[in-house]
């Protein structure tokens, strides 16, 4: 079983920059797991912000790309959001997720991750 924890969300200004950090259960999880980050906020739909398959391959939402970077630290299986250039409308709930599945499979499929965090929030104001 994998399980997911989020930290790093908060409050940002816009033009700043947060992290976000999710640490996963396992050894070396981001050889075997295509991972991701996903966000909802209040009165939209959850949406996949950014991706990185286990072969190190990234996707980003066309409203994040060239301000967001997602990677990740294997030996400490640990998944980052580098978040910069932060917009008030970047404010939701952030989630890690995980699957043996491409996130391109899963949209393909019609299907969510198999495994989730409990979501961190981050809030973009001046």
């Known amino acids: 079983q994998v399980q997911l924890v989020e930290s790093g969300g908060g409050s940002g200004q816009p033009g700043g920059s947060l992290r976000l950090s999710c640490v996963a259960s396992?050894?070396?999880?981001?050889?075997?797991?295509?991972l991701g980050w996903f966000r909802q906020a209040p009165g939209k739909e959850r949406e996949v912000v950014a991706a990185?398959?286990?072969?190190?391959?990234?996707r980003y939402a066309d409203s994040v790309k060239g301000r967001f970077t997602i990677s990740r630290a294997d030996a400490e299986n640990t998944l980052y959001l580098q978040m910069n250039s932060l917009k008030p409308e970047d404010t939701a709930m952030y989630y890690c997720?995980?699957?043996?599945?491409?996130?391109?499979?899963?949209?393909?499929?019609?299907?969510?991750?198999?495994?989730w965090g409990q979501g961190t929030q981050v809030t973009v104001s001046s």
């Open positions: 997720v995980a699957d043996r599945r491409r996130m391109t499979r899963l949209q393909t499929l019609g299907e969510t991750p198999d495994y």
């Open positions: 396992g050894y070396l999880f981001s050889r075997y797991y295509h």
């Open positions: 990185i398959d286990s072969d190190g391959i990234t």
